[in-house]
């Protein structure tokens, strides 16, 4: 059977993320109550970063830790890799020697040709292009916080990246509305975001149009890694795309706030939001952790059938 990995959200269907969120919730209860649950004693986790990280990192590493497993991270500038090796051949080795590998990287193509010759899943933990770890966590923090996502809007205030095409995959896998509202030039690109259509997502040159009757706004920062170059042009163009409190206002009495963070308050997002009442990107930062080691168990295990033959083993 062919190996499947997770390199973008339309990896998986509507009816997988509902097995994972089911799998979320218990694993996270698990957690909570301090039950030890160690399905993964056997199996090795490496992570390959080629940009910084601090959530990716802690929530893949503690959460494989959790689970029983072992975790290897290597940054590319200390390996081979950081010294031209194809990534071609480094995919055949390592995936020789571990049982499911993350990269974070540049380019989505790189990542697809690690999957290609790779002998076990694949995670991607942020490309260029996508973050689907990120939405997956994002999106059972609103399910555990308002219930279904189905038919709600959620607001994309900002710079068009790789969380924006994220959420609009979702949007598409999920049944639910984006508004996106980015500066002149900084548009979507529905090709590049990998979208079936376009009927998922509405764009608004106002941002304060976009939130109107939102769920949920969300942003992220102006100069994603690997822009530093264009930071103070961006800053200047973003300059109108900040969420402040009266864009919180105009979305539903009830919308809530996330970002993936890093935030950058004063920038993309003003202090009184990130740090208000509304906001839930601490909850929204520890479901990473939860979710993916639902993840990791569905790629590495299948699915799970019940808990009662979970707890006879
Ligand atoms: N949100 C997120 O992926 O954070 P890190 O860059 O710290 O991993
Ligand atoms: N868009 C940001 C997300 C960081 C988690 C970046 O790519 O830098």
Known sequence: MAVRHYLQFKDFSCEEYEYLFERTRWIKDMFKRYVPYRPLHDRTLAMVFEKHSTRTRVSFEAGMHQLGGTVITLMTRDTQMGRGEAIEDVARVITRMVDIVMIRTFE??????????SRVPVINGLTNEYHPCQILGDIYTFVEQRGSIVG???AWIGDSNNVCNTWLQAGEVFDFNVHVSTPPGYEVEPERAGLYGTDHYEEFADPMEAVK?????????????????EDAERRHDFENWRVDIDMMRAARKDALFMHCLPAHRGE???AEVIDGPQSVVWDEAENRMHTQKALMEYLLLGRIKTQGELWST
């Open 213 to 229: 009757d939102a769920d949920l706004i969300t942003t992220d920062v102006w100069t994603s890694m690997g822009m530093e170059a």
């Open 268 to 270: 993309e997002v003003a």
């Open 108 to 117: 989505q193509a790189i990542i697809e040709r690690f999957a290609e010759y």
């Open 152 to 154: 709600k809007t959620v």
